[in-house]
């Protein structure tokens, strides 16, 4: 799939001469910082450029760049490829054969300190807040809704995992195994489950890669394992698993299907949770730097028009992405999540208007402390085999979250007048790290710049012993 803007070589020719005649390139800028008068941003170094995705509906800025031809406007001339599974699009991206690619949030920082692959991933952008859930099979939601609150005739949301726990402890009794799927070992999903069934007590297991065990089965009381997007529903309905937690439409999907019941979205789990990001490797963005800061404006742009006048682009993105080359799922189903509400059991949908948020809430900037979150995670669950020092948090997350990248971009736009400096943080006292956040289904208190503090709160998870 590609769209380009015919070029004769000559005209090529001279665009790639401008291109290196160019007084101060974006390096420069990163390197002199903010100054009264901006260099002119350089034309792209690399100007034909591969990138992957897989068929979530949080892919959603790629295609919209690439549709509305922002990608065009900054001399960008894109394939966008749908990938088999999250391992492959991170081997393509490591390899040269993708230039970027649509990431879990966890996989720039997990290649970047080695567990599962090593290599230095950055991300100057973040695609999105929210957009996953829990589903259940049928068998078991009726098992679980014995031990939920109702109000109207409904069950009260937000649902916890402790209306599960008698269902697996029935389950382990009986001597079977409880399978939930998620979609990768380091995607936001699998430590969205783990944290709710945790803060359910119910043990998700533990790593041990320093024993050769990658299996985060360890010590679990009920049992997680991949699955890829798409293949969710089927492999529920086929009963491998019991359960999954997944993005959109693959949720969705189970309610239209009537194969399974989504219990709990991760908005519910932690309100404006950092979901995917755009990863690409740190050499790429060092050899081609005007082409990263191009890519990044491009996106932005993209993800603006996904959230402007409340939503109101929606319906015509939801189309967009139904088509085959996308997400490829029917559009009632991608609408059912992707227009402000939300299907948890059969005829209960519910207002949901930031199930999926791509630009408001800052939701593209790489905050150091979403980064940390994710190690936090990690070292919880074991793939971060010893306990490390705040500061060793930090330094990690700084070396693979960019926003002074992603601060060039902006304020290009800006000085373009695509956007309003209003839009973005302001770059002149932000600091990357949020304050304090509260809203997460145990009420645990999350701050980025204690993150060892933070884990010693929780009653199921790694502190500072070794397994």
Known sequence: MQRRLHHSPVATLARRLRCLTLNLSVATVLILGATAVQAELGEAEKDELTFGFIKLTDMAPLA??????????????VTIEAQANWK????????????????????????????GTKAHIITPFSMDLNGNGITVSNAVWKEMKKNIPVANGKPVHPISASALKPVVDRYRSDGKPFKMGMVFPVSTHNYELRYWLAAGDIHPGYYAPHKGDTSGQIDAEALLSVTPPPQMPATLEAGTIHGYCVGEPWNQQAV???????VITDYEIWKNNPEKVFGITREFSEKYPNTTIRIVKALLRA??????????????????????????????????????????????????PDFNVFFR????????????WYLTQMRRWGQISEPK?????????????RPDLYAAAARELIAEGILKASDFPDFATEDGFKPPQSEFI??????????????????????QEVL
């Open 389 to 401: 020092s705040d500061d060793w948090y930090k330094e990690v997350a700084s070396s693979v979250y």
């Open 303 to 352: 993800a603006y028009w996904l959230d402007a006048n409340d939503n109101a682009n929606r319906p015509e993105a939801v189309e967009i992405l139904s088509r085959s080359e996308y997400v490829g799922a029917d559009y009632e189903v991608i609408a059912n999540s992707m227009t402000g509400t939300f299907e948890y059991e059969k005829g209960d949908k519910r207002e949901v």
């Open 256 to 262: 239209f299907k009537g194969i399974g019941v989504p």
């Open 442 to 463: 145990d009420s645990i208190i999350y701050d980025g710049n204690a993150p060892n503090a933070y884990l010693e709160k929780f009653k199921i998870g790694l502190k």
């Open 88 to 115: 492959v699009l991170l081997d393509g991206v490591i390899d040269g054969q993708l230039d970027g690619a649509h990431m879990l949030a966890g996989q720039p920082l997990a290649a970047t300190i080695g567990f």
């Open 361 to 372: 809430y800052n939701a593209t900037y790489p905050y150091y402390s979403d980064a940390i």
């Open 64 to 77: 919209i760049a690439y549709e509305k031809g922002y990608f065009e406007d900054e001399g960008l001339y």
